[in-house]
């Protein structure tokens, strides 16, 4: 969202400034999602979100809305949110995605979930049993703990 739209938003009364931005992501999902329903009747959290989200997620160019879909898809599939994938499954449908490449991304969110778990997994059972327990590299994911240096080459 451009700083001059913002603008335009934070002018007007609350309550105006939440049936505009309603319009817009009625026009952009061709539905309201339940949690941006939800939140209207919160005007001071509503609009400061749902300027953060759609600057985030909606107007930056670098990529299209089928591919930031796609990417929502495999998050809310690794999350295992049920009510975020129908969602974002029904908004990629209206933009054209086809059922394999949801199902692609799908596939691509296990393996990095599943790598995760691997990973967590693993390096405790190591902790576990290894004397030399502590030297675990320290360039590892905060969160999955999976080492991202990429190996020397020979």
Known sequence: MDLKRIKEILDKEPE???EDILADVEKRYGEI???TNFMKDMPELFI???IYENSVM???KRMDPKTVELICIAVA???RCEHCMKTHVRVAKRLGVSREEIFDSILIASTISTAAVLAEGTRSVDAEFSESSA?????NCAICNINSELPEED
């Not at 030297?135 to 360039?139: F, Q």
Request: proline fraction near 5%.
């Open 33 to 35: 999602p339940y949690i």
């Open 135 to 139: 030297g675990i590299a320290s360039s």
């Open 48 to 50: 400061s979100r749902m």
């Open 58 to 60: 909606r107007e930056f």
């Open 16 to 18: 105006e400034a939440v």
């Open 77 to 79: 599939s690794a999350l």
